[in-house]
T-cell receptor, first 114, second 110 residues
Framework: KQEVTQIPAALSVPEGENLVLNCSFTDSAIYNLQWFRQDPGKGLTSLLLIQSSQREQTSGRLNASLDKSSGRSTLYIAASQPGDSATYLC?????????????FGKGTKLSVIP | NAGVTQTPKFRILKIGQSMTLQCTQDMNHNYMYWYRQDPGMGLKLIYYSVGAGITDKGEVPNGYNVSRSTTEDFPLRLELAAPSQTSVYFCASQGNYGYTFGSGTRLTVV
């Protein structure tokens, strides 16, 4: 069974800092890995999708890396802003029970202090 | 671009009542999913569908049912609501560029 772990569970940083969120998964046979953002009381917004054959993806101030062999991904946020405050979720797509399954970590709650 | 639309956004049910959570997507995605999200527990897969007429159980299917008569619609049915079903429910569809989620339905069973 695939398990996804995100560390830390919560993180507080001053505005302007660069930061890294970590995600690890137990079964390296994944199709892709996706990072989401969730604001309080809201749905999930997709940030970055990394296919299993890729090593990283970038969008603006966000950069996500994938090391499939070690079962790790990181989300790097440059020059953090108060508007980045949210919960960040990592999810891996893999083949389980005869179909594709998306398994989520429990998330990292980020607070950026002005 | 509507994406994935869920209704209702909020609902309060009494124990033993039934209801259907609606989910519609306009992206012609074959794969659709229902998740529930509880505080501190992450998202758990309830049911999924790989195409019209095909559904299967996820990790936590007890107390729920689904149907998939069309590509667009994937309703989730709660029969005999219980307090343990108080949660936020998310519907999602899967395309070539990853998953798209609806905005969620917050359900309280009292």
């Amino acid at each position: 069974k695939q398990e996804v772990t995100q560390i830390p569970a919560a993180l507080s940083v001053p505005e302007g800092e660069n930061l890294v969120l970590n995600c690890s998964f137990t079964d390296s046979a994944i199709y892709n890995l996706q990072w989401f953002r969730q604001d309080p009381g809201k749905g999930l917004t997709s940030l970055l999708l990394i296919q299993s054959s890729q090593r990283e993806q970038t969008s603006g101030r966000l950069n996500a890396s994938l090391d499939k062999s070690s079962g790790r991904s990181t989300l790097y946020i440059a020059a953090s802003q108060p508007g980045d405050s949210a919960t960040y979720l990592c999810a891996v797509l893999y083949s389980g029970a005869g179909s594709y399954q998306l398994t989520f970590g429990k998330g990292t709650k980020l607070s950026v202090i002005p | 671009n509507a994406g994935v639309t869920q209704t209702p956004k909020f609902r309060i049910l009494k124990i033993g009542q039934s209801m259907t959570l609606q989910c519609t997507q306009d992206m012609n995605h074959n794969y659709m999913y229902w998740y529930r999200q509880d505080p501190g527990m992450g998202l758990k897969l309830i049911y999924y569908s790989v195409g019209a007429g095909i559904t299967d159980k996820g990790e936590v299917p007890n107390g729920y049912n689904v149907s998939r008569s069309t590509t667009e619609d994937f309703p989730l049915r709660l029969e005999l609501a219980a307090p343990s079903q108080t949660s936020v429910y998310f519907c999602a569809s899967q395309g070539n560029y990853g998953y798209t989620f609806g905005s969620g339905t917050r359900l309280t069973v009292v």
